[in-house]
Structure formats: C-alpha cells, structure tokens
C-alpha cells in the first residue's frame, strides 16, 4: 500500500470503522455495527474513568467512524497534539490484526454526522469531559448495517505488516 507520510492511502477515501477480528466476527454474525456492543469496558477505549469521562460518540449512542479524506499527519499533529489517532492506525498496539471496514458516505442514511458537525455538536453541547479527535472522528447514530459495507481491509502486524483485501460478509 502506497502512504503518503506513512499513513495509508486507502484510508482516505470513505469513512471507516476499526475493530478487532473478534469483534469483526461478532458484527458478521449480527449484521451491524452496534453502539453499545457487548464488549467489556476494559476491552473499550478511554473507559477507565466512568461513564462521565466515555468517549463522546458512545456517549450521543454511536458507532464511531474515521474520515481520512482531508487528513495531513503533520498539520493534524500540529493542530490537535492530544488526539490519540495513532493509537488506532493502523492497528491497537494490543492487537495483531485490526479489521478497517468502509462505508460509503453517499450509502449512509440520516444517522451519519460527519468529523465536523459532530465537533460543532460536541461543542455546543460543552461535553469537553468526553473524548473526541477532532476532524476526522465522525458517528453514525445507532446501529449500523454492514450490508452497506464498500470494502473492508485486515491490517497484520505480525512482523510483516501488510494489509489485505477481506471479501464482504
């Protein structure tokens, strides 16, 4: 895969969603990506500290989704040098394969708030003890068939780190 400052290219386009293969298996045998899925609390990112302190998109009821398309590593660091982006790409440093499933924006219904509506909202509604990355973080608002899933790509660091195409459930 091509990347542009290290970042892969193919992130860019679209907005995706990053789980485990575990996890990858559950959202197949359901059908879609759920908000509150049943995954422990230790197991979920930024939980450690109460409800009161959740990561802004599970606490408005959503799926948590990535939008690359305008993403500059370098101008990103500079501007927002506390969002924690890189823990998540390409792959949870606690995992040795991460699942990036696509969705095409135009496939997305009325339950989709892009990265920059959702930073307005989280804004407004003054919840800075909730964590957001600004810009590219994006939700969907409940649950969210993977039958409009585009693509989905296995990232492996398992010494070769390389990236495979995944066939749509």
Known sequence: MNSVHGFPDHLRKGVWHVTSADR???IKEIGKLLPEPNIPNDERWST???HNFYPYVR???GVSLFDFSRFDEATYNDEYPVSQWR???PCPARWNKAIWIQFSVELLSHGYVDPGRLLDRWRTEASFS???M???????IGPLELRIATTVWEYR???WREW????LP
């Open 59 to 61: 606490h408005i009821g």
């Open 48 to 50: 450690g500290s109460g």
């Open 134 to 140: 600004p810009l590219i973080e994006a939700a969907y």
């Open 24 to 26: 990858f298996a559950s």
């Open 87 to 89: 823990n998540f790409v």
């Open 157 to 159: 660091d398992d010494g």
């Open 164 to 167: 495979s195409s995944l066939e």
């Open 130 to 132: 909730h964590k957001i």
